[in-house]
């Protein structure tokens, strides 16, 4: 009895164990799996580090290039500061020495005066105390003013080496620094060997190269941007461009209402009153500017009529003047010329450069401008441009490519496996590479009277705006450039790929 109350709970003895088989399975397939998707994660994201260190090596470099192009900006403006500081320093010693000499007299004004006027001395006696009261001041700046446009030209020198430097340094300095970012980035990343040395690089180098260029404006004779700046009526004051005034101010500098003597008939008045001209000028060929100061004696006279002479004259100039306005006489109307449009020297009373002058200036001008201020900076000296005339805000896009020994992606010996159980990494020839380009661009906005449209779309982009209103083209003269990242080109990709997987050898190419 006892024997069949235990038949029902009777089990087969080999049905112990079958459940482990498929959970071995399963742990060995799922261990597989982590295997690869760990190998792939580790792929990938060593994919994205690098390929963001290409994007920080890239973008450095276009910080590079905005510095080159804003740095060139601001010591161009100070080079167009400096340019209009040495032409008020010709202009103001022109006027000095021609008020000066104003005030000395002229030998054939004073024997007309002599002769004509009752009472001469209204005329010499003020023309005495007002030499007295300008000579002190004349032999101050006499003494100040050459020192002063030899310190204005050193300057200027200064910054225009400065300039030519930096271009050259930070064109030099790109690959060690994309370089150094990668390196910072990740210690087993570089840029790719021999890059920038490459025919891949070449086409792009150069046209990095020549989007800039340095600029030698002194002795040409055509147009200059350097130029146009700096001769710009608004960058110009009123007493470099045009000095037209009265020498004669009240109560009796300069002029004179007298009597005529016994010897002027028929009876009356001699009257004199006097004009000045003058203005700055820079050369044509760039090389210095250039100033010419006169002044006339309008002499009213019953018994002589109408008559002008001269009062008084003065010239100065900084460059080197040597062959030019030093040798007279000069016949040539293109002498009388400056450049940007200004002619005669601020004396605009005749549409034609050289014609219908006064005596006084043609004197001074056959004089020639006298002792250059400063012989060895005058002019415009070397600066940087843009090549051509950019429309476009984009700079040319620099281009890197950085790479990383696959041998380095995992730390532990054997983690890939080895035999049928190796993982392949899928990289080519060993070595895993990214593309990253980027380049400066030009920000100020300006298309639209709100700026909302225009390239840069800054926040409140309509303080940015040109006071005209008008879009403001990429140029060396405005500091608004600025690095992004740029997309990297089809064929830079596809020269990239062929680089590092070439044909197989053997390979032949179809006919």
Not at 29 to 45: D, E, H
Not at 118 to 145: F, M
Not at 184 to 194: E, M
Request: net charge neutral; hydrophobic share 40%; proline share 6%.
């Amino acid at each position: 009895m006892q024997r069949s109350a235990h038949k029902g709970r009777a089990r087969p003895a080999g049905t112990r164990g079958q459940a482990l088989v498929p959970a071995l399975l399963f742990l060995l397939v799922g261990g597989i799996g982590l295997y690869v998707a760990f190998g792939s994660f580790q792929m990938t994201g060593a994919k994205i580090k690098l390929q963001n260190t290409a994007d920080a090596a890239a973008y450095s470099a276009a910080v590079l290039q905005a510095r080159d192009y804003n740095f060139a900006a601001y010591t161009n403006r100070a080079m167009v500061a400096n340019q209009v500081t040495a032409a008020q320093v010709v202009a103001l010693k022109s006027w000095v020495d021609e008020l000066d000499g104003t005030y000395a007299g002229n030998a054939d004004t004073e024997d007309l005066i002599r002769t004509v006027a009752a009472h001469p001395n209204l005329w010499t006696t003020p023309n005495r105390r007002g030499r007295a009261d300008i000579a002190p001041v004349r032999n101050a700046l006499d003494a100040l003013l050459p020192t002063v446009a030899q310190g204005i030209g050193s300057i200027t020198r200064a910054l225009s080496n400065a300039q030519t430097g930096y271009h050259m340094a930070l064109i030099t300095a790109v690959p060690e620094t994309a370089d150094a970012v990668a390196r910072q980035n990740q210690s087993d990343t570089h840029v790719t060997s021999g890059y920038f040395m490459s025919e891949r690089n070449a086409a792009q180098l150069i046209a990095w190269q020549s989007y800039t260029t340095i600029v030698a404006p002194a002795g040409k004779l055509d147009s200059d941007r350097f130029a146009d700046v700096v001769t710009d009526p608004q960058t110009l004051d009123g007493f470099v461009k045009r000095r037209v005034s009265s020498r004669s101010v009240a109560p009796d500098y300069q002029q004179l209402d007298d009597q005529a003597s016994p010897t002027c008939r028929p009876a009356g008045r001699v009257t004199i009153n006097v004009t000045h001209v003058g203005g700055t000028q820079l050369r044509t060929d760039k090389k210095g500017w250039q100033s010419i100061d006169a002044s006339t004696a309008h002499i009213i006279t019953p018994c002589t009529g109408s008559v002008d002479t001269i009062a008084g004259h003065g010239g100065s100039t900084n460059g080197n003047t040597r062959g030019y306005m030093t040798n007279p006489p000069f016949v040539s109307w293109s002498d009388w010329k400056g450049y940007g449009g200004y002619y005669n020297f601020g004396d605009h009373t005749s549409p034609t450069p050289g014609l219908l002058i006064p005596d006084a200036m043609a004197h001074q001008f056959t004089l020639g401008p006298g002792p250059s201020l400063d012989a060895n900076n005058g002019g415009l000296l070397p600066y940087e441009d843009i090549t051509g005339t950019p429309t476009a805000e984009d700079a040319p896009r620099i281009t890197i490519e950085v790479e990383r020994d696959v041998g380095t992606l995992s730390k532990t010996a054997g983690l890939n496996g080895a035999a049928r159980m190796q993982v392949d990494n899928g990289s080519a020839r060993g070595v895993m590479r990214a593309l990253a380009s980027a380049q400066a661009y030009f920000v100020r906005p300006a298309d639209d009277p709100f700026g909302e449209s225009a390239s840069g779309a800054l926040l409140r982009a309509s303080e940015w705006l040109r006071g005209d209103g008008k879009r403001e083209y990429p140029g060396t003269f405005s500091p608004y450039w600025q690095a992004r990242l740029a997309p990297v080109s089809d064929s830079e990709r596809a020269a990239a790929r062929e680089a590092q997987m070439p044909p197989a050898a053997g390979a032949r190419s179809l006919r």
